[in-house]
């Protein structure tokens, strides 16, 4: 008979015993302790690290490219202001305006004159102020600066007409300003850098990314104009409020568009932003320049040497060995000098002299210098908006040629200067950021801010445009899309841009507009 077996094991001879340490046995309350401190100790380590990484984000934005000079003193900040154009000659017209305004109000057309030269040189200070702040930060961050601050002056237009409730005054400035961006600038610096470069690269990516976001604010601009096409035959009034209803909706959501794009460009792709990123394509130089000017300079035949491509490449994604020509103090003709290889280090590319950038005024100065421009701008261009009705009702001019032309051309006068500066410096990814970055501003920021605004002030603005500007719209960015499109420019296509922006220009001088059905309360 078999003897039953146990169920509890028995240790045989010869066989090692498990030993279990006291230790480290837990009950269930110190597993569950354990684990949370595990817990803890990783989310602490988490948000260290979050921390880290933020700090390190907000490092490279606040750190400027290049090592920055002494600040200068306040007097010599003074200077700087006076010396920084020979637009500030126009500042005159500021006290002109004004007493005009006072002493004769009936002159509508003398106070717009004025107040629109005025308002030239003051934007023109505007981005001064913003290209001194802009060297003390880092290069993305400098430019949506320039972006940001220089659209400052549509924005205080913008703002003034529509607390007065000039609705289509709004509305067409707004637009006229992307299409100035668009077509005129953007057109300026692919032509000026076409005199010097047979093409121009830049940055492809980011300009498809550009396209895109213009061409969904093409859109939000067509739908409410299609949506009133559809029922047209219907009570007109809950028609106008549905489309009031519709555009505060779509302008929340432009904004949210446009806080998605600064996330973009400032921190999960900020390489695409930057002149020297890999993914631009090399500047081209003329083997025989067609464009370049033989002439006399100081009395004598002046015979300037003809550089090969090989010898001289700008482009800051070129692998090739770049020179610097140096002019001898005897006046003779340049003379290369080789630069070292670009691998071999930043010391090796440029001089300590070249790697500082010297501030022409120091930060209390800037900041004292917007807070002053905008407040001339505030005023002056109160004087301004409300001279155009009266400046208008003889039939002269109308009121859509002033908004869609003028006005956008006295605001954007300082990004004209700056973006061509640029492109001839082969530095056409910032061109295209002071350019097509405005616009993306003014159609994914301003115009929806404006509306909501309006929302807040109940002011009945909508998205719903003049029929004729927003087609002038959509064909302007599909336009500016294929011309963007191979990620090259040279100067035809900016001849090419900047006629398209005339024809614009000759349209809207005999267009008589149409009359808004939607009035202020």
Same mark, same amino acid.
């Given at each position: 008979?078999? /003897? ?72 010599? %900040? ?15 017209? @500021? ?23 005025? *308002? @030239? ?24 600066? +320039? ?21 289509? @005054?709004?509305?067409? %400035? ?6 100035? +961006? ?22 492809? *990516? ?8 213009? /061409?969904? %604010?093409? @859109? ?68 025989? +320049? ?99 009705? $009266? ?13 869609? *032309? ?5 605001? +954007? ?23 097509? $970055?405005?616009? *993306? ?74 009359? %808004? ?5």
């Amino acid at each position: 008979m078999e /003897t039953p077996r146990s169920s509890t094991p028995v240790a045989q001879p010869g066989t090692s015993e498990l030993h279990y340490d006291s230790t480290q046995l837990m009950i269930p309350s110190q597993m569950a302790g354990t684990s949370s401190a595990v817990r803890g100790s990783t989310t602490d380590g988490g948000i260290q690290r979050k921390k880290t990484l933020l700090l390190h984000h907000a490092t490279t934005l606040l750190q400027p490219p290049k090592k920055v000079g002494p600040a200068p003193t306040v007097w010599q %900040s003074i200077r700087a202001i006076v010396l920084a154009s020979w637009l500030n000659i126009l500042l005159v017209c @500021i006290p002109i305006s004004w007493a005009l305004n006072f002493i004769l109000p009936d002159q509508y057309t003398l106070i717009f004159v004025f107040s629109f030269l005025a *308002i @030239i040189p003051l934007a023109k200070l505007l981005a001064f102020a913003t290209d001194e702040l802009s060297m003390r930060v880092g290069q993305t961050l400098a430019g949506l600066m +320039n972006a940001t601050l220089v659209s400052t002056v549509e924005l205080i237009v913008s703002i003034i007409a529509l607390v007065k409730c000039e609705l289509d @005054i709004v509305q067409s %400035s707004l637009l006229g300003s992307i299409l100035s +961006n668009l077509l005129l600038v953007l057109g300026m610096c692919f032509f000026a850098g076409g005199l010097r470069f047979s093409e121009q690269g830049f940055g492809l *990516i980011a300009a498809q990314m550009n396209s895109t976001l213009l /061409t969904i %604010s093409v @859109i939000a601009v067509l739908i409410p104009a299609a949506f009133a096409l559809t029922d047209s035959g219907g009570d007109q009034t809950a028609l106008q409020q549905w489309i009031l209803q519709m555009s505060h909706g779509v302008a929340i959501i432009l904004l949210l568009i446009y806080g998605s794009y600064l996330f973009f460009q400032l921190s999960s792709h900020k390489a695409l932003y930057q002149d020297d990123s890999e993914e631009i394509l090399e500047s081209k130089r003329y083997e025989e +320049n067609p464009f370049k000017l033989k002439g006399f300079r100081h009395g004598k035949r002046n015979m300037a040497p003809q550089y090969t491509e090989a010898g001289l490449v700008l482009s800051p994604s070129s692998s090739r060995t770049q020179v610097r020509f140096t002019q001898p103090e005897d006046g003779n003709s340049p003379v290369a000098q080789p630069i070292s290889d670009p691998e071999s280090g930043p010391a090796a590319l440029m001089t300590p002299e070249e790697e500082t950038e010297v501030p022409q005024m120091s930060i209390p100065v800037c900041i004292g210098l917007l807070v002053a421009v905008t407040v001339f701008v505030a005023v002056t261009a109160e004087f301004l908006v409300d001279s155009i009705n $009266g400046m208008t009702a003889t039939g002269a001019i109308s009121k859509g040629f002033v908004g869609v *032309i003028l006005l956008p051309i006295a605001g +954007n006068a300082a990004e004209h200067v700056t973006a061509v500066t640029v492109s001839v410096k082969d530095k056409l990814t910032l061109s295209l950021g002071v350019a097509v $970055g405005s616009s *993306i501003q003014i159609a994914l920021f301003v115009i929806p801010f404006i509306v909501t605004l309006g929302w807040i002030l109940d002011k009945p603005l909508t998205l719903l445009f003049d029929p004729l500007q927003s087609v002038v719209l959509f064909l302007s960015v599909l336009t500016v899309n294929y011309v963007v499109q191979d990620g090259k420019s040279n100067w035809l296509e900016g001849m090419i841009l900047m006629s398209l922006y005339l024809i614009v220009a000759v349209t809207f001088w005999y267009y008589p507009g149409v009359t %808004s059905t939607v009035q202020c309360s």
